[in-house]
């Protein structure tokens, strides 16, 4: 199957950007224009950035643009109520398994990283200094969810960053 490449454009400054992100393989049964990002494959993310990405229980993840430069907000929708807004965020996909959703901070700031919050068990903010939270890098081209939800892995982009790609213990994530 050909390869399909990873979109990256500069907006404004090299401090912000806009990621298309999008598999390695595609499953030519999945839709690329279907609400669920997980790819069956292989379980990556096909997300666009102004798509709405949808857990396996009908969480609802969708990114809205604020007026800022770079800055945006994530709204989370379950039966058609909203249930929260994250700003400075873009919601980047859902575990395979849990109610857990990947964000990537979202502003003009350039050490925009990711973190996760736990949908499922209502956890729809996190507290404390973003310090004790946040993982990754800035220069994260896909995430990858190992199939049992467990793992995921950050990939980066090729001479941006110090590593091709780092892979965390979602439990220990979810504890900080």
Partial sequence: MPKLHIFFSLLISPLLYSCVFVSEQ???VASTTSMNPVNETNKTIENVEAGTIKSHSGFLAKFVRLPGEGEGKTVIWKNGRKITEILYTRPISFSPIDDILLLAECSSDDDNRQFLLNIG???????????????????????????????????YYEGLSSKNSETFQVDQLLSQ
């Fill in 26 to 28: 595609v499953n030519p």
């Fill in 121 to 155: 068990h209502e956890e729809l903010a996190k507290e404390g200094s973003r310090l004790n939270y946040i993982f990754g890098g800035r220069y994260r081209t896909n995430a990858i969810w190992s199939l049992d939800g467990k793992k995921i892995t950050l990939q």
